[in-house]
């Protein structure tokens, strides 16, 4: 499972680079990075699949069937599956998005949100166990909490500081052409300021959605060494 939910979170990342940085972009859903994100779904929900083939019973609920905290992470795989198909509906009828539209569009939307569910299975099922348990099941959860922090910085990177343009200028103003809608003229001095203004924001956002998760494993369980080597 774990493998998988690794599998689907490279594939996540190899189509985001295709996305932004392939030129001219190929126009269709079946690329050689949607096959790697779709089959590393694939390798999960065949995973989960067999799981509850093998457990279940008639006196077990489907809940029942799979380890706890794994229940979520089959609901993800539906949902992920529906927003896959949906996804390749909407390249036929709308194209392939670029930029930001490739992020926010619902179908992908929808992929993350079932994306999310599935990669944090190991992490959930962590929480409800002990937690003096041993190094490689620790190990399973933190690589799925990397996951976790992996799809949200990459689903906001149009706010990241590290993302998007750069602005310098010497000590005098620098007139742009062009003007804001109060009739005052747009200069390098004021984009700056927006820039900075930008970096601040991107710089707290993406700090949340690095330690968020961090904090609220901590109410569970403690953070062995190394950790947060493998979460960054």
């Known amino acids: ?78 949902i992920f599956g529906v927003a896959g198909l949906l996804d390749m509906v909407w390249h036929i009828v709308f194209g392939i998005e670029v930029d930001v539209g490739t992020l926010l569009s619902p179908t992908h939307l929808g992929l993350a949100i079932g994306g999310t569910l599935i990669i944090t299975g190991p992490l959930r099922a ?32 149009y706010a990241s500081p590290f993302a998007g343009l750069s602005v310098s200028a010497g000590s005098e103003p620098i007139w742009l052409t062009g003007s ?5 003229d747009l200069t390098l001095s004021r984009v700056i300021a927006w820039q900075e203004i930008r970096g601040i924001f991107g710089l707290l956002l993406q700090s949340g959605l690095v330690m968020g998760p961090v904090l609220v494993v901590l109410r569970r369980d403690s953070l062995r060494p190394g950790d947060m080597t493998v979460v960054l």
């Open 126 to 157: 962590a929480w409800f166990r002990a937690s003096d348990e041993s190094w490689s099941r620790h190990l399973t959860a933190v690589v799925s909490l990397a996951g976790l922090v992996t799809l949200l910085t990459f689903m906001t990177q």
């Open 180 to 184: 804001l809608r109060d009739g005052s």
């Open 1 to 78: 499972m774990l493998a998988g939910a690794v599998w689907l979170v490279a594939g996540v990342a190899i189509d985001g680079w295709a996305h932004n940085t392939i030129r001219p972009l190929i126009d269709t859903f079946f690329t050689p990075w949607h096959a790697i994100l779709y089959s590393g779904y694939l390798a999960t929900s065949a995973v989960l699949a067999v799981t509850v083939a093998r457990n279940r019973t008639p006196d077990l609920t489907w809940r029942g069937v799979l380890p706890r905290g794994y229940d979520a992470a089959l609901v993800g795989v539906v």
